[in-house]
């Protein structure tokens, strides 16, 4: 089946058309505000992977998109066969880079992992594997042509080709999104994305790396572990409640890291999708839509200190709020750790959700009004820190984990700065703060990866990193530590 990939993109025969599949989750319309000349040069530089005989069929298909949905995707050619990592002996390659290449992007791409999978995007709102699906397609087939001595060369999704090079380079080499500074607003980006000449590829989704939550879970175990030591000045974190958002993408990590360092972890998610995603794979332990039901949960939790990791589905600012009338109504502060984990780098398109809307409301309007939903996310942003400045005079200690949050906030006329200078934020950085003088001492996390799809070979790599480090602990840990 995976021998497909040798012939590149599929045009003869030409895949029937088909609609978007609406069981799987979608991204939001994008925003362009392509000129009439603008749209007419993106359906061109879509057309360039396809033979001109085809042009006549694809042309008024791609523009349709382009006008529907704010990009190209080409949704006709969607993979017919299930995207997921296949065992690295099945991929048709000459070399077992380029196989383990192969892998990845299918890894990447897997519905069971990808954010928005027919739109190419892997997490985080808009991190995209590749800008549509040709370039998917001839990325494979050069991946199943390369030799040991062949580097392929990436440029926002596009292929540039196969190069001479030798066994000790890089199997690839990719860039995504680069653009010269004065040409990089938001502004340009949409615009840039939409003709299809430049993606964002986030850190692991465009560099085809990405291993879901099981990535950052091992950090943000630390992360909590940290805070609780630096913070809240304990070594265990029973009975400790952790107040966060997210669980989409990597974010999904937070639930698991919260029952591993034994605290309660309470996420906040506003899409149901993702939110009964992460419970059937085992990340999420229970979940509810009723706030009344969250905190009752949360005050259940904290007395019989038991680690648990519980989804509200909902938005975290009412969450918050609640969270701050409990605390006025009884005297209790029902958290003691919080941060937030919304794709705030991309705060108008999808990556935060205001809480005067609906999830499917803000879908909407982000596509209809996106002026209209600029200044309710700003409005929300205000609110969120409103409730989050009540609570941290209480006891609460929150930290930015590195999303763009008090930055974002900061710009939405949030309380957020130590002075008026707005130098400073007044809450700290998960990587300045708390994860600093770990990784200055070179531990951190590390991930890796199982190719040939057998447990027992997990297993067995599993077992020998543990192996490591209770080797290192017996002979070379130091006192810090």
Known sequence: MLRVFQRGIPVDPLPEWQPRDEFLPHAPVRTHNLSEDDQKLAVRNALRYFPEHLHRTLAPEFAEELREYGHIYMYRFVPRMRMMAYPIGEFSAKCQQ???IMLMIMNNLDPAIAQFPEELVTYGGNGQVFSNWAQFWLTMQYLSQMTEEQTLVMYSGHPMGLFPSSPNSPRAVITNGMVIPQYSSKEDYNRMFALGVTMYGQMTAGSYCYIGPQGIVHGTTLTLMNA???YLKVQDLKGKVYVTSGLGGMSGAQAKAAVIAGCVGVIAEVSKEALVKRHGQGWLMEYTASLDECIQKIRDARLK?????????????DLWERLVDEHRKTGELLVDLGSDQTSLHNPFNGGYFPVQLTYEQSLQMISDDPEQFKGLVQGSLRRQVTAVN?????????WDYGNAFLLEAGRAGADVYKNSSKGTFTYPSYVQDIMGDVFSLGFGPFRWVCTSGKAADLNLTDQIAADVIDEFLKTECTTTV
Do not use: I
């Open 390 to 398: 009540y609570l941290a005079r209480e006891g609460l200690n929150f």
């Open 98 to 100: 380029a196989a383990s």
């Open 228 to 230: 609780g030591r630096k």
């Open 305 to 317: 200190q038991k680690a648990l990791s519980l989804g509200y589905h909902g938005n975290v600012v």
